[in-house]
């Protein structure tokens, strides 16, 4: 065959072959969808199980809260009885405390009644025929003062609330970037799967066409086989980018649920072309970033939560050292009886003093409380340190997969120049076809690289804002 005869055979066998190099062509029947990711983090946030759990725990926490303030609430005692015997009575009471957390101080106040005989000795219960209105106080000037248990208990519950708001705030930041990172890796796997479906066409092309050639006298034998060992390898790579893109849409349907909250099923979509990369990277201030991260990171709210309980604790166990000196007073007045006598108003004050002698409990109290709470600050000044260094580190891993993704970006822009130039040479007899598979080859290796390094661009970016404490 003349060397026009053999031109002729070839461009009837490539005619596809220019349209296939175009990504944005696929042989294949699966629906090309876009999955914008704002719709995605948006799902994440309403309807992901992961958060509502983290939820539950604020909601439990918030419960507690209330529970442990419970001590605040005002109670209503009533009581009453009778003696019958050589002394005969009757006696009832009716009392409204109230604590309160200003200094352990606690009020009291209600009517009680005695009426009948009573022995000269025991006159506590006896009132005047209508009984008498009472109001007293106590005030702890020691032990249970500046803090008693019930308000470091409270304390510890509005820490513990914090702590469940701030890790579900963890929760969210991780998940929003494991959804980002899901995206990413979808996106990228159908831009994998579009690659070696056009490979696959163009080795099943250059089949045809050495075949023709070979019949022509033009090629041997062995590069038919050639060609078609290049067709399985690469029929096997498709089903390999297939099973990818599959596991990738189960994957990112975990955080993209329907209205009733489901992981949507994915399957036989595919994702359009990746995003350009941006231009240029902007500016970044190290220490205004610094400074954002140790202020917006949920971590850090966790650990001043906790460092709030372990100085309540510590609190608490200075005061528990000291002595109980508790300071009382009240008054009593009974309450007018027709022809009986004028009201009497009476005030009482007292004092209660208690020492323990060794003070082990509350010696070993406080050295505890001490020992905790230098280990939560030691633990927070490793946190802090931790975080500088997770920013740093993911600045560094932006920039360098910024770099990276535009280099190779470039390199698979220039290798498809060099497969396209080879194949018009090869067609113009210049070159060998093994040349032309090779170019070929070359150009989607480039290319398989410029989609992992802008997926791991992606991902990069998405780990800097969670580093930096954005969902």
Do not use: C, N
């Not at 991260?293 to 166990?317: D, G, I, Q």
């Amino acid at each position: 065959m003349t060397h026009a005869g053999v031109l002729l055979v070839l461009a009837t066998l490539f005619p596809a072959a220019h349209a296939a190099e175009d990504p944005g062509t696929s042989p294949s029947v699966d629906t090309v969808q876009a999955v914008p990711l704002d719709e995605v983090l948006a799902s994440v946030d309403r309807a992901l199980p992961l958060l509502r759990a983290a939820q539950a725990k604020v909601d439990e926490a918030a419960a507690k809260r209330m529970g442990a303030f419970g001590w605040l609430d005002p109670t209503l005692q009533a009581k009453g009885g009778a003696r019958f015997g050589s002394y005969r009575h009757d006696y009832g009471q009716v009392t409204l405390s109230q604590a309160t957390p200003l200094l352990g101080l606690s009020i009291e106040g209600g009517w009680r009644i005695g009426d009948g005989d009573f022995p000269a000795y025991d006159t506590t219960v006896q009132t005047g025929g209508a009984g008498e209105l009472f109001a007293a106080a106590t005030l702890p000037l020691l032990q249970g003062g500046w803090m008693d248990d019930r308000r470091a208990k409270a304390m510890a519950s509005d820490a513990a609330l914090a702590q469940a708001q701030a890790k579900a705030s963890a929760d969210r930041v991780k998940l929003r970037f494991a959804a980002r990172k899901a995206w990413a890796s979808w996106m990228a796997a159908g831009a994998s799967l579009r690659l070696a479906e056009d490979l696959l066409q163009l080795a099943e092309q250059t089949g045809r066409a050495a075949r023709a050639l070979a019949s022509a006298g033009s090629a041997s034998d062995l590069d038919v086989l050639d060609a078609e060992r290049a067709v399985l390898e690469r029929s096997a790579v498709v089903q390999t980018a297939r099973r990818d893109l599959a596991d990738a849409a189960y994957t990112l349907g975990l955080y993209w649920r329907d209205g009733e909250g489901r992981p949507r099923d994915l399957a036989g979509w595919r994702p359009p072309a990746v995003p350009d990369l941006p231009d240029a990277l902007p500016p970044v201030d190290l220490g205004q970033v610094l400074e954002e991260a140790r202020r917006t990171r949920p971590e850090v709210s966790v650990m001043a939560a906790s460092v709030r309980a372990v100085e309540a604790e510590l609190k608490l166990a200075r005061v528990e050292v000291l002595p109980t000196l508790d300071l009382t007073g009240g008054v009593e007045r009974d309450l007018p009886v027709a022809g009986g006598d004028d009201p009497v108003t009476d005030a009482k004050v007292g004092a209660t003093l208690k020492v323990p002698l060794a003070l082990r409990k509350g010696r070993g109290g406080l050295m505890a409380a001490q020992a905790r709470r230098t280990m939560v600050l030691a633990e927070q000044g490793w946190l802090l340190d931790q975080i500088d260094a997770e920013v740093r580190t993911a600045l560094v891993d932006v920039d360098t997969a910024w770099q990276r993704a535009r280099d190779t970006a470039r390199a698979a822009t220039l290798s498809r120049q060099i497969a396209d130039g080879t194949r018009t040479a090869w067609q113009q007899g210049a070159r060998d076809l093994l040349d032309v598979w090779v170019r070929d080859q070359k150009r989607f290796e480039a290319d398989t690289k410029a989609i992992k390094a802008w997926k791991d661009w992606f991902v990069a970016d998405a780990g800097l804002l969670a580093a930096r404490g954005s969902p």
